[in-house]
Structures are given as structure tokens and as C-alpha cells.
């Protein structure tokens, strides 16, 4: 739920308000941590995160630069979703070893999901 933040100016006898919407900076439908989750606002948050290609030309290697960009166009929840999406999700594809390929697919590429980093995923083997 988008709030308003009011800002009053004086200036000589005159007083302004401008009013600009603003964005909760969680994903609650009350205060942090209280009430439930707001999918659409999560949704809408993502499809408005650009391409990748768009996001390394924008980052030119600078996670200040990445930070200041996705607020300007996506608002101040885009960043941190992003971060915790890269942080926490550590699947990734692998090429399935020649063995193991299954013949009746009719192609030597063939990949399969591993949920684990690769350093959990070696221990385990």
C-alpha cells in the first residue's frame, strides 16, 4: 500500500506541500512484520526489475550505482528482493555427466538442477 509523503516549504510569506506517493520499505499490508505478506506488491516489484543486460549497464560494476538505479526505476523494495533472491537461492545447472546422459532424448545436451552450492554438493558425492 503506497503512502504519501507530505514536505512543507516556506518561503518569505508563501508555504508549499508537495505531496510524492512513497512505498512501504517491506512487503507487509501493515507495519514490518504484521499483517500479511502483499503478494501483488511483491509481483509488481519484480516484473518492474529490469533485464539483466540492463541491470549491468546501469551497475558498471558498483552495487551503489545498481542500489541507486533499481530505486529510480523499479522503487526502494527492488534492491533488497533482488539481493535476497541471489543470496538465497543457490540452485544452479550442471551438464549431465556422459554416463548418465539418457539416450532416447535424442540430444547430448542435457542439464539437471542442483539446490545445493557446489561445495555441499561435493561433500555430498
Same mark, same amino acid.
Given at each position: $500500500? /503506497?503512502?504519501?509523503? /507530505?514536505? /512543507?516549504?516556506?518561503?518569505?510569506?508563501? $508555504? &508549499?506541500?508537495?505531496?510524492?506517493?512513497?512505498?512501504? #520499505?517491506?512487503?507487509?499490508?501493515?507495519?514490518?512484520?504484521?499483517? $500479511?505478506?502483499?503478494?501483488? *506488491?511483491?509481483? #509488481?516489484?519484480?516484473?518492474?526489475?529490469?533485464?539483466?543486460?540492463?541491470?549491468?549497464?546501469? #551497475?558498471?560494476? &558498483?552495487?551503489?550505482?545498481?542500489?541507486?538505479?533499481?530505486?529510480?526505476?523499479?522503487?526502494? *523494495?527492488?534492491? @533488497?528482493? *533482488? %539481493?535476497?533472491?541471489?543470496?538465497?537461492?543457490?540452485?544452479?545447472?550442471? @551438464?549431465?555427466?556422459?554416463?548418465?546422459?539418457? @539416450?532416447? *532424448?535424442?540430444?547430448?545436451? %542435457?542439464?539437471?538442477?542442483?539446490?545445493?552450492?557446489?561445495?555441499?554438493?561435493? %561433500?555430498?558425492?
Amino acid at each position: $500500500t /503506497a503512502t504519501l509523503n /507530505a514536505t /512543507a516549504t516556506t518561503s518569505g510569506s508563501d $508555504t &508549499s506541500i508537495s505531496q510524492q506517493p512513497t512505498q512501504p #520499505a517491506h512487503f507487509y499490508t501493515e507495519t514490518y512484520g504484521v499483517g $500479511t505478506k502483499d503478494f501483488a *506488491l511483491i509481483g #509488481a516489484t519484480i516484473d518492474s526489475i529490469p533485464s539483466i543486460d540492463e541491470l549491468v549497464a546501469a #551497475a558498471k560494476g &558498483s552495487n551503489a550505482r545498481l542500489k541507486e538505479y533499481l530505486n529510480k526505476v523499479s522503487g526502494p *523494495l527492488a534492491y @533488497p528482493l *533482488l %539481493q535476497w533472491v541471489i543470496s538465497s537461492n543457490h540452485a544452479h545447472v550442471e @551438464p549431465v555427466p556422459p554416463q548418465h546422459k539418457i @539416450p532416447f *532424448l535424442g540430444t547430448d545436451h %542435457q542439464f539437471y538442477l542442483v539446490s545445493d552450492n557446489p561445495e555441499k554438493e561435493r %561433500q555430498f558425492r
